[in-house]
């Protein structure tokens, strides 16, 4: 039996009515992402329209790589926290945040921690992890959830992991791995060069893909680029596959609005699995399933790609 795995990221729920009072919250960074946000999110989804195409999908667990607010007030944070309630419980549902939710610095209890059941990792051994990394199991996969959400100046949509996640990761990996885990990273900034240079990168990216090449993992799921992305980053005895999705709620950079369904079955050899883009119609909204393709992705290590066709 597949596992399913609805992948989705960069949301930017639309600003909630009085998130924006008073107007002194809009001083410095938040001021240039309001004029962004005016400017670019005129064309966005509706928010219950992906909410009924995920509920319609109706897959075992859903994965948010970030970017849920566009400015990082606290009443964002607090539609945010709603709109995931609504979405599904903690259980079924598992979120890492991206570079706007960290616009500015903003207490833990105001901000992201808001989020906090969707993020709850496990132990491993008697050692519990938190806030990040953490890991979540989920019947035959490990979610290892990072945070590259960090404040930074004017101009700047960078990441940062840091040495504490960085030194954290290898625990987490190899448990799953021990437990034969189909183990998938969930970072919002990916690590590998994307479009937007410096600018817009993982600034540890190196280091990120050096605790992969050591101690493996099967997937890398990120957004951030809003754009669907595909690449692959070294792994112990093979690269490990990385995916980016487009925006989910508003379209950019000429692509539409969608996300992504995974469909995981384990095989004799590895892991078969099925991806699926879900795409926006511009005509009428409607999310529609696009051309999907197939990973098989070795025990042993290594991945290739087909059609589902020619994948039979």
């Known amino acids: 039996m597949s596992f399913s ?15 924006i009072h008073p ?56 539609a945010a926290r709603d709109w995931l309630a609504a979405l599904g419980p903690p259980g079924g549902v598992t979120v890492v945040p991206g570079n706007h939710d960290a616009t500015v610095a903003l207490p833990w209890a105001d901000g992201i921690g808001r989020w906090a059941p969707w ?14 990394p953490f890991l979540r199991r989920r019947g035959p996969v490990a979610l290892i959830g990072l945070s590259s959400a960090v404040p930074t100046l004017p101009g700047s949509a960078a990441g940062w992991l840091g040495a504490a996640q960085l030194s ?25 060069p994307g479009p937007g240079g ?17 101690h493996g993992a099967e997937l890398v799921l990120h957004g951030h680029h809003h754009r669907p992305l ?18 989910a709620l ?22 078969r699995v099925t991806v699926e883009p879900r795409a926006q119609d511009a005509a009428d909204g409607v999310f529609r399933a696009a051309p999907a393709m197939v990973l098989r992705i070795s025990s042993a290590g290594g991945w290739s790609s087909a059609t589902p066709q020619a994948a039979q």
Not at 67 to 75: H, K, M, S, V
Not at 198 to 214: E, I, T, W
């Open 5 to 19: 795995l609805a992948h989705l990221s960069d949301l930017h729920l639309p600003v909630p009515p009085g998130a």
């Open 23 to 78: 107007l002194s919250q809009l001083a410095g960074k938040r001021l240039l992402a309001y004029f962004a946000w005016r400017r670019k999110r005129r064309r966005a989804v509706s928010a219950a329209a992906l909410l009924a195409d995920l509920r319609a999908a109706g897959a075992d667990h859903v994965a948010i790589t970030g970017d849920l607010t566009n400015l990082a007030l606290p009443g964002e944070f607090a």
């Open 119 to 132: 993020m709850a990792g496990e132990t491993v051994g008697e050692t519990a992890r938190a806030p990040f």
């Open 168 to 192: 954290a990761l290898p625990g987490l990996l190899d448990a799953a791995g021990r437990e034969g885990l189909f183990r998938i990273v969930m970072v919002h900034h990916p690590p590998l």
């Open 198 to 214: 410096r600018r817009k990168a993982l600034s540890d990216r190196a280091a990120l893909r050096g605790v992969l090449a050591r």
């Open 230 to 247: 595909r690449g692959e980053v070294p792994g112990p005895g093979a690269p490990i596959p990385v995916l980016g999705v487009p925006q």
């Open 250 to 271: 508003a379209a950019g950079h000429g692509g539409r609005a969608g996300w992504q369904m995974l469909r995981i079955l384990r095989e004799a050899e590895g892991w």
